[in-house]
């Protein structure tokens, strides 16, 4: 449904964007993280046609951004970290003059806005001036805005920034029950949010894409173990001597204990091996039941922090050995001055 590819933005000798290329297919909902400045508004702004590209190009529904934008524009809802919001006119006056913008047509108006605000939940305040409104029924009627016109995209830059966590609940859900009808991309910096909606996560740092896959597969990838967390009804000594005569156990270490008569494990596997089914067939032999098995991949938020880590150790390493390289040549030059100097004198 987007295909961007070799995507650059430059502003004088600074790369916002530095070639990135991805897809997004129909009815996938695509996190988009990253640190400030990373890049990512501004390739969601490129996305909109709000601004223009350097280099590269970037389609919609097979219509180029540049040649069609019209095409493109009528294909995407677009909101804004600040939803363009109109604070003294009502819900119902603001979505009609979205309507005009988008030139829906006036026999059509009365079922597009019936549609989209009961979509987000939002019936019930179509008289209130948007002034009036809190700010989690703000970002709803600028969610609506976004769909009139019944785009296939949905591009959504920080939608619960500043909000409740009632609200983002509120609004995380919405999104969700979007994702059936719309393609999406949401940029977020709430990581629980992205892992709970999104279907795919795209990592992007100082303008390149560091990551893209699913939050399990990344977790996967990026662990280079295979941890689970086991809580046993059993003394220490027995549930220990257990695990640790699993073949596909590499280690066990005991962690505590949370509730009575019970022991909590962290047990590794031995590389590739996966040792579910192991441990359950070690322990049902015995009368100490297995209470919990919970596998101990990492949290979003740690792949975030491991990946954009990586980058940076990357480019202090750059840094460091082509300073290395400047003092080499300077330590060079300087000889050269010297042995020069020794036979002028000479």
């Known amino acids: 449904m987007i295909e961007v590819i070799n995507l650059t933005k430059q502003y004088g000798q600074h790369k916002a964007i530095?070639?990135?290329?991805?897809?997004?297919?129909?009815?996938?909902?695509?996190?988009?993280?990253?640190?400030?400045?990373?890049?990512?508004?501004?390739?969601?702004?490129?996305?909109?046609?709000?601004?223009?590209?350097?280099?590269?190009?970037?389609?919609?529904?097979?219509?180029?951004?540049?040649?069609?934008?019209?095409e493109v524009k009528k294909r995407i809802g677009y909101l804004p970290e600040l939803p363009p919001l109109y604070m003294e006119m009502t819900v119902e006056e603001y979505l009609k003059f979205v309507c005009h913008i988008k030139k829906v047509k006036p026999q059509k108006q009365k079922e597009v806005l019936g549609k989209v605000m009961n979509a987000?939940?939002?019936?019930?305040?179509?008289?209130?001036?948007?002034?009036?409104?809190s700010k989690g029924y703000r970002q709803r009627v600028g969610l609506a805005q976004a769909m009139i016109g019944e785009p296939q995209v949905l591009i959504l830059d920080e939608p619960t920034v500043g909000l409740d966590p009632k609200q983002i609940i509120e609004i995380r859900n919405v999104i969700k029950s979007l994702g059936k009808d719309h393609t999406i991309i949401l940029s977020s910096h709430i990581l629980s949010e992205v892992s709970a909606v999104c279907d795919r996560v795209l990592i992007i740092n100082k303008g390149k894409i560091v990551?893209?896959?699913?939050?399990?597969?990344?977790?996967?990838?990026?662990?280079?173990?295979?941890?689970?967390?086991?809580?046993?009804?059993?003394?220490?000594?027995?549930?220990?001597?257990?695990?640790?005569?699993?073949?596909?156990?590499?280690?066990?270490?005991?962690?505590?204990?949370?509730e009575p008569n019970t022991i909590d494990i962290v047990v590794e596997g031995k590389e590739g091996l996966d040792i579910r089914e192991d441990l359950f067939y070690a322990f049902k032999s015995t009368d100490?039941?297995?209470?919990?098995?919970?596998?101990?991949?990492?949290?979003?938020?740690?792949?975030?922090?491991?990946?954009?880590?990586?980058?940076?150790?990357?480019?202090?390493?750059?840094?460091?050995?082509?300073?290395?390289?400047?003092?080499?040549h300077e330590e060079t030059d300087g000889q050269q001055r010297e042995d020069g100097e020794d036979v002028s004198n000479n």
């Open 211 to 258: 990551a893209i896959d699913t939050p399990e597969n990344l977790a996967k990838r990026l662990s280079q173990s295979n941890k689970m967390l086991l809580r046993i009804k059993a003394s220490k000594d027995k549930a220990l001597n257990i695990v640790k005569g699993v073949k596909s156990v590499k280690t066990a270490e005991i962690t505590g204990s949370r």
């Open 120 to 133: 987000v939940k939002i019936t019930d305040m179509r008289k209130r001036l948007i002034k009036n409104l």
């Open 288 to 328: 100490y039941p297995i209470l919990m098995m919970k596998s101990l991949d990492l949290t979003l938020e740690e792949i975030f922090l491991q990946v954009t880590t990586q980058e940076q150790a990357i480019d202090h390493e750059s840094i460091s050995i082509s300073e290395e390289n400047d003092a080499q």
């Open 18 to 70: 530095d070639n990135i290329s991805f897809t997004v297919e129909k009815g996938e909902i695509l996190g988009f993280l990253g640190p400030n400045g990373a890049g990512k508004s501004t390739t969601m702004n490129i996305i909109t046609g709000y601004i223009s590209a350097t280099e590269g190009t970037v389609k919609v529904d097979g219509y180029d951004i540049l040649e069609q934008p019209e």
